[in-house]
């Protein structure tokens, strides 16, 4: 009796299991949830990769660290360039990419745009200053151009591959100045322009080795790290002063 008790709550719970892996509309993962930065780091790829049980589009975005940076505007002042206007901007993502399945962004509703943040225009970005959209829109735009001269936004999407009707990968490419800390990768489903499943994957970027050392004691101890970059200069012209005296001599 308790083996076929035993028997039945087993069968139970296969039931349930299996149910429950078809009820999962969306599931993706990547390949590597940790990028080591080390001395002559290039930049990396990583894949992503997933299944959906419902035909859709998949749209994979990117968010990195964020930041505050601040946009000045250069205005000619009797003949000389100058900063005249400035906006600063809080939480602004490092590193921005996305990638959407074959025609996902023209059925994308520039409502639904801005809801997700689907696309580098549609990040949102918050001011300091009290100022209206419009007067902000053009320092935005700069701020995006400038991320994307740099290679830390992507302002065309890469393309999500789907392998079947369930399947799906892309390739997510990280560059050299890629910055570090906790990033933010998620993944929407969507059905005539609508997000019916989202799904969020966590991913580390950190930096290792003696550059990585010399890194984090700058920032946890600046005026000793000041101190100690003015000693070894000092002491690396003597050095050469030393050596060229030497040269000279013979």
């Not at 997700?116 to 151009?145: C, M």
């Not at 019916?196 to 010399?214: D, E, M, R, Y």
């Amino acid at each position: 009796m308790k083996a076929m008790s035993r028997f039945i709550l087993l069968l139970s719970i296969i039931i349930l299991s299996n149910f429950a892996a078809k009820a999962e509309t969306l599931v993706a993962d990547l390949s590597d949830h940790v990028v080591a930065i080390t001395t002559g780091f290039t930049g990396t790829d990583l894949l992503l990769f997933g299944s959906v049980s419902d035909v859709g589009d998949v749209v994979v975005i990117v968010h990195g660290p964020t930041e505050e940076i601040v946009v000045r505007k250069k205005e000619q002042i009797s003949g000389i360039w100058a900063n005249k206007d400035s906006i600063t901007f809080e939480h602004v993502p490092s590193f921005y990419s996305v990638a959407a399945s074959p025609e996902a962004m023209s059925r994308v509703s520039s409502a639904v745009g801005r809801r997700h943040q689907i696309g580098a225009y549609n990040v949102r970005f918050d001011s300091k200053e009290d100022i209206d959209r419009q007067t902000a829109a053009p320092f935005k735009e700069a701020l995006v151009r400038n991320k994307t001269k740099m290679g830390l936004y992507t302002k065309r999407p890469a393309l999500v591959e789907m392998r079947g009707r369930h399947l799906f990968r892309t390739k997510v490419h990280f560059p050299a100045n890629v910055p570090t800390g906790t990033y933010r990768v998620e993944t929407l489903l969507l059905k005539e322009g609508t997000v019916i499943a989202a799904q969020n994957t966590p991913l580390f970027i950190n930096k290792l080795g003696f550059g990585a050392q010399v890194f984090r004691f700058a920032h946890r101890h600046p005026a000793l790290h000041g101190l100690a970059a003015i000693i070894i200069a000092v002491l690396a012209g003597l050095l050469a002063n030393w050596v060229f005296r030497k040269l000279s001599q013979n």
